[in-house]
């Protein structure tokens, strides 16, 4: 072999290593920069199909879900280190249908959706805390979704069930719980103000409950204050009393403003339950005093109930002149005789 091709040679072998390791240099280059511009874009937020590397340059493939989106992308990708130039090829996709055709392929209801620019909003009723976290998993998979905000509430059934097997399992006797969407008030009565407080804080820890209104007594505070309301009721009926047109059950004009006065008391004391006592002296036939004694029993019942007195709180029972205060003997003895009472309990 001729000293010239020996040369040749050496040339030809020294170039084919320079190719390969610029190949292999631009091969890294390339991956890094697309690392790199991915992460950047998956910081803020915006998922595209695909990021290709030509040396230095980027081109962006792929949907999104609106223009800003798109311009957004690019710029990010302009800002990486290293990039030279950015070929926008990402096309606007039909996110709202995307979004729609993935919650029907998963089985889901469709709740109330509403894009603003590549954030989505969620509002609506779902039927359990699992539907809502499936929702929120199927559209953070999906390329193209910025911020997703959450408004779905869970149904009133699914998270009053949740509440009271979370209360049994720890071994608390269940209150009286109300919904109002996704705030809860408890009511009754507990033991100690520490498993008031213990109750409150279990309900509010649990997944999908908004605000907490804890109305739950003490007893010993219950007690108390059914002792106190009962006295203000003792104390307005020992100078007044409900008056009736004789022989019948209607409460005359001149009782209303004493009627008044008890429904004050009873809505000061929303959980107490009140039985309407009507009596009357011992003249006239048994039977007839009975049955009007229920009557006029009955009518002050619905009186109460029309100045806002919850129905479910009221009984009435008429005794007519089995439990008298005083002698029937004597005029001043039958008209104490004939009376209204209310009882707490």
Partial sequence: MSKGMKIFLGLLALLLMALLCTFCHQG??????????????????????????????VTLAGKVGSESLKQKAAEIAAGVWGVRTVKNELGLGD????????LAAAGIDLP??????????????????EIKNRINAILGA???????????????GDLLSRIKAKL?????????????????????EVATAEIKNRIGEIVGAIPGVGKVTNNLLVKASVDQAMADAQKVLN???????????????????????????????????????????????SRGDEAFNEELS???????REYLIRQGVARNRLSSKGFGSSKPLASNSTAEGRQSNRRVEFALN
């Avoid at 991915?38 to 030509?54: R, Y």
Wanted: hydrophobic share 40%.
């Fill in 28 to 57: 890294g280059i390339e991956a890094d920069l697309k690392s790199r511009t991915t992460q950047a874009l998956a910081d803020a937020g915006i998922k595209v199909d695909d990021v290709v590397l030509n040396g230095r340059d």
């Fill in 95 to 102: 996110l709202l249908g995307t979004i729609k055709d993935r």
């Fill in 112 to 129: 109330d959706i509403s894009l603003n620019g590549s954030d989505v909003t969620l509002n609506g009723v779902v039927p359990s805390l």
């Fill in 142 to 156: 999906i390329p193209g979704i910025g911020k997703i905000i959450d408004n779905l509430t869970i149904s009133a």
């Fill in 168 to 188: 049994t399992s720890l071994g608390f006797k269940l209150p009286g719980i109300s919904l109002d969407g996704k705030d809860v008030t408890l009511d009754g």
């Fill in 235 to 281: 104390n307005l009926f020992s100078v007044k009393k409900v008056e009736f047109r004789t022989s019948e059950d209607a409460i005359l004009r001149r009782s209303f403003p004493i009627l008044d006065e008890v429904a004050t008391v009873l809505k000061k004391y929303p959980t107490f339950r009140v039985a309407v006592r009507g009596h009357t002296d």
């Fill in 294 to 300: 229920q009557r006029r029993a009955d009518a002050v």
